[in-house]
């Protein structure tokens, strides 16, 4: 079972931040957050990890609260090929199991 | 450099032929994952290898399922008597554990129609 809440679905319009939630309020001490995306009928792509403390790379931030119970992937300045479904995932560094959920689905407006 | 490929892109098969679905991981990735994703729904795992470990295949779903992973490189996912359920797309994925960012690089994945 997934162990993340995310959206079903969110809006943004192109060029504004988009800021996608998670609630995983039962993460373990050694359990990162993973953010993935997949783009229709693509396989899902690596987009940013955590432990604990917030991190950022050339494609978004990830912000974790310090109880580390939810955090948001922030897309600074969104655009159309940012549309896509996004997925927050909790697993340790080599885990064997990765529970994608049903994610968030993200449209992005012109 | 080279991603994760698999074949065939698209497969069609009738109920109850049995079909082989290939992964070509990144060289060097120790870790190979299995996923089925339905459509409009999430990745659902099926199966996980490590090195030279036995197989974590706690997410098959039946005993039609079966997987290899050769040399410790390619793998076959092998699904005998397909039933229309087993319509979907599998997806595979590698994992490189050496290095900061231990994540799963994923392929196109096949998509398989059973009618």
């Known amino acids: 079972d997934a162990k993340t809440t995310q959206p079903t679905s969110m809006d943004c319009a192109e060029g504004r931040a988009a800021n996608l939630p998670c609630n995983h309020s039962t993460i373990s001490g050694n359990e990162y957050v993973y953010w993935y995306r997949q783009i229709h009928s693509q396989g899902p792509q690596y987009i940013i990890h955590g432990l604990k403390n917030n991190e950022t790379n050339e494609m978004a931030s990830l912000i974790i609260t310090e109880d580390r119970k939810s955090s948001t992937l922030i897309l600074p300045h969104a655009t159309l090929r940012d549309t896509a479904v996004y997925y927050c995932?909790?697993?340790?560094?080599?885990?064997?199991?990765?529970?994608f959920g049903t994610g968030t689905s993200l449209t992005v407006i012109p | 450099g080279a991603g994760v490929s698999q074949s065939p892109s698209n497969k069609v098969t009738e109920k109850g032929k049995d079909v082989e679905l290939r992964c070509d991981p990144i060289?060097?990735?120790?870790?190979l994952y299995w996923y089925r994703q339905s459509l409009g729904q999430g990745l659902e795992f099926l199966i996980y290898?490590?090195?030279?470990?036995?197989?974590?295949k706690s997410g098959l779903p039946s005993d039609r399922f079966s997987a290899e992973r050769t040399g410790g490189s390619v793998s076959t996912l092998t699904i005998q008597r397909t039933q229309q359920e087993d319509s979907a797309v599998y997806l595979c994925?590698?994992?490189?554990?050496?290095?900061?960012?231990?994540?799963?690089?994923f392929g196109p994945g096949t998509r398989l129609l059973v009618l």
């Open positions: 995932i909790v697993s340790p560094l080599t885990g064997n199991q990765f529970y």
């Open positions: 060289s060097g990735h120790t870790a």
């Open positions: 994925a590698s994992r490189s554990d050496r290095g900061r960012l231990k994540t799963q690089y």
């Open positions: 290898f490590q090195g030279n470990s036995a197989p974590d």
